[in-house]
């Protein structure tokens, strides 16, 4: 049976090699809360995949229903445990609703011939390991292209290099050939919602076979691992988790040599 890996899963061994042991080797890793960043950004996905399947189905959406459709699944869906480093709750709603506003009026009127939304794709890279990942969007372009769009959140754009080197979208091309054949073109569409951003990059077919190599590599070297050091990220959820757990295991010591006093 082919061993099934994803990009998040390769970026967690290369972020955080104890992380990555405990929720897939140790099988321990906690529900941790999410930061209001990861909020955001799942919500931000939802209504765009919502808008997509819509306009698919043959009806058009009109910019106000796309916000409310935001607006009534972050009240429905946040809750008190989310973590917030910085700022406050209404700040990051409003940052959502700027996303959508700017996304709509800026690709309207969505005539791009959307084939695929929220696809899964399943690979093999060679007998024994594979690719599993969730493409956002595929769009068939005039030009007889594949288009895959991804739709970045976090505040930090990438430059046009760090896009010519990204993974994770080239393995999706890499996934698209199996679905629809070895000869198409690919282009590979990046939407940096806080910057109201569209980039584009593209991979050759001797790039791809880099890629497939230095994936099996990059495998091979977390299956060989023996030690599993912390990234040692301030704000990372699992150190977050973590430290949380120290302190409530100080506290619980405190009350226990307390009691044990009177």
Known sequence: MVELYSHSRLCLYENCPEAYKAKYIDRV???????????LGSLAHESLEWLYKEIKGGRSVELDELVKHFANNWHAQ?????RINSGEVGDYFNKGVKFLVDYYQRNKPFNENTI??????????????????YVDRIVLNKDGEYEVHDYKTNEMMKTQEELDADRQLALYHLGLREIFGKDINVKLVWHFL???RR???ARTPEELGKLRAETLDL??????????PACGKQWCDWCAWKKSQE?????FTRKGNLSSWS
């Open 116 to 133: 695929e939304v929220e696809r899964k794709i399943i690979f093999s890279l060679d007998e024994d390991y594979g690719i599993m990942g």
């Open 247 to 251: 302190l409530d295991k100080k506290v």
């Open 29 to 39: 890793f906690p529900d941790i809360p999410r930061s209001i960043q990861l909020f």
């Open 219 to 228: 495998i091979e070297k977390i299956r060989n691992t023996t030690e599993w």
């Open 78 to 82: 946040f809750s008190p445990d989310i």
């Open 199 to 201: 980039m584009e990059s």
């Open 194 to 196: 806080a910057h109201n």
